[in-house]
């Protein structure tokens, strides 16, 4: 659990302890309780200041110091609930049963004193350090330009997604808007698809001029528009992508803005984690079309774009795109054929998994007795090496999550695969292990269905099941483990 769960959970078990009708505290135990909460919470309010910080930030160090800080809270933690449990169980004991339900405890931390003040001392130098690592994070180097529009790599051979390649090119021919934002979980296709669209005749010749810009976490406005300048006027490119960034933005959209006068322009911006809404201001509307990729639903661009969401392929798809990945145009011989589709089941209709791992099968043995061993095997060394191969695509969704919701993730990660999850039994196991803590006004049951409102709708982990309503908030019934499954097995192989 990250660090900011493990202190939420110890500040919860403080919290049980002081105000507990129960447990008399034995001077002076408040006091003692009091400190560590409270140096608790101190640390608490600068690991927040993470979540506001960009995801151009390199967060290493800062994820380094987070795991110490973790191990720190986990072993005070345990110490606290060995005291109180070695003192509460023998007055258990000479307790009669016929009047438990009116028990009381008496409770002295005295001993604890000691552990306490090392605590809050190694508090005190974790915030100061963690604050000094907020304060000095990296950001992410620059690409050069030439890479950012250096697209001829990209495979745009697309398997299944016929009907949504379809609305998005009917989109662009037919004018129905000036933006569309396709967006979906890290690796589902949403480069593949776009880069087909982009290479489609029908668009070619509707688009006079296109630009494809690979946008990424870190990539400022100047740079864009440069990028957009040096495909649309190919006589001034070699310049553009070598001159130092020294033109004002405003010179920019001058030149692109009479570049692109009378042309129509597709212009597709790839993989954007943050946005300027000034780029897209400064595009004009009436012959310029917009492609945007997004892992993350942002909502600076949710208000100035058509939205559509990208869906997993079904098991017909997983099949025949692992199929041909693994054997061409034929697919599965009639002897693998089964097996085949438990292994593309196993890749829980993500592209990018069923990709790679294709690749690895094609380098092993094609016999049955060994694609039996792939599915049967629970760490099979197939899944693991794609698992890694693909934490690096995936692994940012995680990183960048913020502190509740990293808890969250995890914890639901825990429960079994394949399995949906009932939205009453994930309340009554974060209660019971202290695990949530409401912000303001609000229960911890309001606070929970927030926090998976906000997951299943930003991060893509919802599904199609019904909804019902939890207060006067609409939540899904059960959470199906499709994506959210492949996000938490990467995260635990790293």
């Known amino acids: 659990m ?17 105000q507990s009708s129960r447990i008399s505290l034995v001077p002076p135990s408040l006091q003692i309780l009091q400190s560590a909460n409270e140096s608790m919470c101190r640390l608490q309010k600068v690991m927040l200041i993470l979540d506001g910080t960009s995801c151009r930030k390199i967060r290493a160090k800062v994820n380094d110091l987070d795991e110490r800080i973790k191990e720190v809270v986990w072993e005070f933690e345990d110490l606290l609930e060995s005291l109180f449990t070695d003192q509460i169980l023998p007055q258990l004991e000479r307790s009669s049963r016929g009047v438990r ?51 001829g790599g990209i495979n745009s051979n697309m398997v299944g997604l016929s009907d949504e390649f379809e609305r998005v090119k009917d989109y662009l021919i037919n004018d129905r808007g ?33 630009a494809w810009i690979k946008v990424g976490r870190k990539c400022e406005s100047g ?41 129509k322009c597709l212009i ?37 774009a058509t939205k559509g969401t990208l869906r997993l392929l079904n098991i017909e798809e997983s099949m025949k795109l692992l199929g041909e990945r693994v054997f061409g145009e034929k697919g599965f011989p009639s002897d ?9 089941y196993k890749c829980e209709g993500l592209p990018l998994m069923i990709v790679t791992v294709a690749e690895l099968l094609s380098k092993e043995d094609m016999t049955q007795p060994y694609w039996t061993e792939v599915v049967e095997k629970q760490q ?41 999850i009932e939205i009453h039994n994930l309340f009554d196991r974060l209660s019971a ?62």
């Open 2 to 18: 990250a660090a900011y769960g493990a202190s939420v959970s110890l500040k919860n078990t403080i919290q049980r302890l002081l």
């Open 101 to 151: 339900d009116g028990l009381s405890f008496s409770v002295d931390l005295q001993s604890l004193r000691q552990s306490v003040d090392c605590f809050v001392e190694r508090l005190e130098v974790m915030e100061v350090e963690y604050f000094t690592e907020l304060v000095n994070m990296p950001e992410e180097e620059g690409e050069l330009l030439s890479s950012r529009i250096d697209f």
């Open 178 to 210: 000036n933006r569309l934002l396709v967006n979906g979980m890290a690796g589902v296709g949403k480069t593949t698809l776009v880069k087909k669209v982009f290479d489609d005749p029908l668009i070619q010749r509707r688009f006079e001029n296109r």
């Open 223 to 263: 740079e864009i528009l440069r990028c957009i300048l040096a495909q649309v006027d190919p006589n001034t490119r070699d310049q553009i992508l070598t001159q130092a960034d020294d033109n004002d933005d405003r010179i920019l959209v001058g030149l692109l803005k009479e570049r692109l006068k009378d042309k």
């Open 268 to 304: 597709v911006f790839d993989d954007v984690w943050e946005w300027d809404t000034r780029v897209m201001y400064n595009l004009p509307e009436e012959n310029v079309r917009i492609l945007i990729t997004n892992r993350l639903r942002i909502d600076e661009l949710n208000n100035l």
């Open 336 to 344: 693998l054929e089964k097996l085949g589709e438990k292994i593309a």
């Open 380 to 420: 099979n060394s197939v899944f693991v090496e794609a698992y890694n191969q693909i934490s690096e695509v995936l692994f940012p969704n995680y990183d960048y999550l913020p502190q509740y919701f990293k808890m969250f993730f995890l914890y639901v990660g825990a429960f079994p695969p394949y399995s949906d």
């Open 433 to 494: 292990e202290g695990f949530l803590e409401p912000i303001g006004e609000q229960t911890l049951e309001d606070f929970m269905v927030e926090c998976l409102v906000v997951l299943a709708h930003k991060y893509h982990l919802d599904s199609d099941y019904a909804c019902i309503h939890v207060g006067s908030t609409c939540v899904r019934k059960k959470l199906v483990r499709s994506s959210f499954c492949m996000f938490y097995k990467v995260v635990m192989t790293l």
